[in-house]
């Protein structure tokens, strides 16, 4: 008997001493642990990512479809065609009613005749200006001549009424403007067309009145 035989049965006889069982080589998969724990997951949680990912991809398509190079359907393009018009009309709408509102403000009323009274003045004497150096125009910058003096007169009336009229717009008229806009942005759709069918009746009520007062003087003559 060799060496090497008589070590190989003293390990032997040893072990069968000791009474443990020889190891059994491992046979588990090394994927298996991952894989139990992904079945260990409850179904609430899987359910909850299958959610998420569905409302994630709603919001992507929806991106998508917002964005200007992704190509629209008709039935998308009639839509928007429909909503811009809509708008439109109820912009048309509010500002018809503006406009009501503002010319039956006396406030305001009375305000715009100020206004057009310094804005024409301003205008006049820009014309007045204009019209002097065209007829009496000064070649060597001596502006003591009688035609000098009124021309630098007017154009500095000119340059005082319409700087006037920029004043009296910002500090008496935008306050009425502002309050006016304030008021319309609290009516409902209902109160506003109210107010523009008000307005049409009132108009025709003049048109009939104007036109009557017209057949009663060809009816003198």
């Known amino acids: 008997m060799s060496l090497r035989d008589t070590i190989a049965g003293a390990r ?25 724990s992904a079945n260990a997951r409850p179904a ?36 928007e065609k429909a909503e811009r018009r809509k708008q439109r009309e109820e912009e048309d709408f509010r500002s018809q009613a503006y406009q009501v509102l503002l010319s039956q403000n006396p406030v305001f009323k009375r305000s715009e005749r100020i206004w057009w009274i310094l804005l024409g003045i301003g205008f006049i004497a820009t014309l007045v200006s204009l019209a002097l150096s065209f007829m009496f125009p000064i070649t060597d910058g001596d502006y003591s001549t009688p035609q000098g003096i009124a021309s630098i007169v007017s154009l500095a009336t000119a340059y005082l009424f319409i700087i006037a009229s920029f004043v009296y717009e910002w500090i008496a008229r935008r306050p009425v403007r502002k309050e006016v806009e304030k008021r319309l942005q609290g009516m409902s759709n209902k109160k506003v067309a109210e107010i523009l069918a008000a307005e049409r009746k009132a108009a025709l009520e003049r048109k009939a009145a104007k036109e009557a007062a017209k057949a009663e003087k060809k009816a003198k003559k």
């Not at 899987?46 to 039935?75: D, L």
């Open 12 to 36: 032997s006889e040893a072990s069968q001493a000791s009474g443990k069982p020889a190891a059994a080589p491992s046979t588990a998969k090394k994927g298996s642990s991952k894989k139990s």
């Open 44 to 79: 609430r949680e899987k359910a909850a990512s299958v959610r998420t990912a569905s409302k994630s991809g709603k919001k992507g398509a929806a991106a998508k479809t917002s964005m200007p190079w992704v190509k629209k359907t008709k039935e998308q393009k009639e839509a």
